[in-house]
């Protein structure tokens, strides 16, 4: 593990529900919607947690040590760039609208992201386009500045 003393991450009672997601959940809730217990528990105690402590938790993903920095930005920059921007678009906009159905999440999640931006968009159906090519030794070509 990355340790180091400076580096801790801490939730406070805004993470409590203050500004729920349009889905009815806190942010907190949503990340951890198959074990919603662990969101509550997280209440329990501690505020503030060291690296080790905060990736034993869940509510950090990854912590590289210091021999695998380097490699570990590299791969994640190079996954990265290898999806069309819309393609990233839509996966965010599926973590943002992520949990119980709403009205709210079927508008701005489902419809906006899904089908107005990502099946419609040149990126995806163009001559160059990512569908176009899917299935074929051609590679996608995708134009950054619609993006």
């Keep these: 593990m990355l340790m180091d003393d400076n580096n801790t991450v801490a939730i406070s009672d805004l993470n ?14 949503s990340h951890f919607l198959a074990e919603p217990e662990r969101a509550d528990q997280l209440f329990d105690g501690k ?7 905060a990736e034993e ?11 695998d920095w380097e490699d ?13 921007p819309d393609a990233l678009t839509g996966m965010e906009a599926s973590l943002r609208f992520a949990g ?26 163009g001559p ?13 070509h995708s134009d950054y500045k619609r993006t």
């Design 128 to 140: 160059e386009g990512a569908l176009t090519n899917y299935g074929k030794p051609t590679q996608a």
């Design 16 to 29: 409590a529900g203050a500004f729920p997601m349009s889905n009815g959940l806190t942010r907190l809730q």
């Design 57 to 67: 938790l869940g509510l950090i993903t990854f912590a590289p040590d210091d021999l």
């Design 72 to 84: 570990e930005i590299r791969v994640a920059i190079e996954e990265r760039t290898s999806l069309s």
């Design 47 to 53: 505020r503030t947690f060291d690296t080790e402590e």
């Design 100 to 125: 119980p159905e709403t009205l709210d999440t079927k508008i701005y999640g489902r419809l906006t992201a899904w089908q107005n931006w990502i099946f419609q968009r040149p990126n995806a159906v």
